[in-house]
Structure formats: structure tokens, C-alpha cells
């Protein structure tokens, strides 16, 4: 499970997409799931003009959003 998260992290840093993801509950953030199997969600921003990626959660889907 843990090797899925860091897969699904590292992913969104090496990405450049800026819109990759979906909208969060907050605005400005953004969410993507972390596998069909793994039942974690991260919470991240991208900075619009460098498209840097920072990662503030990740969160189990059966929880409410922090």
C-alpha cells in the first residue's frame, strides 16, 4: 500500500499537468485518488506559474475532509 501512495506522489511531482486531478473541497486544492485498491485520496496544490507540487494529505477515503 505504501509503495502506492509514494507511486501516485511521485507521479504528481514528476507531472507538469497543471490540472491533473480533481477539484478538492477547498478551494485551490486538488484531489487524486491513489488506486483502485488503496483507499487513500491526496489532498495537493500546484503552483500555477513554476508548477510546483506540494502534497498536504493524504487522506483515507472514509474520513472527513481534514
Not at 504528481?12 to 473541497?25: E, M, T, Y
Not at 483507499?39 to 496544490?45: D, M, N
Request: hydrophobic residues 40%; contains cysteine; glycine residues 6%.
Amino acid at each position: 500500500m505504501r509503495r502506492e501512495i509514494e507511486a501516485v506522489a511521485l507521479s504528481l511531482i514528476a507531472n507538469q499537468i497543471p490540472f491533473s486531478g480533481r477539484p478538492a473541497v477547498v478551494v485551490g486544492t486538488r484531489e487524486v485518488p491513489v488506486g483502485s485498491h488503496t483507499p487513500f485520496t491526496l489532498i495537493f496544490v500546484r503552483h500555477a506559474a513554476t508548477g510546483d507540487c506540494i502534497i498536504y494529505h493524504c487522506m483515507h477515503q472514509r474520513r472527513n475532509y481534514p
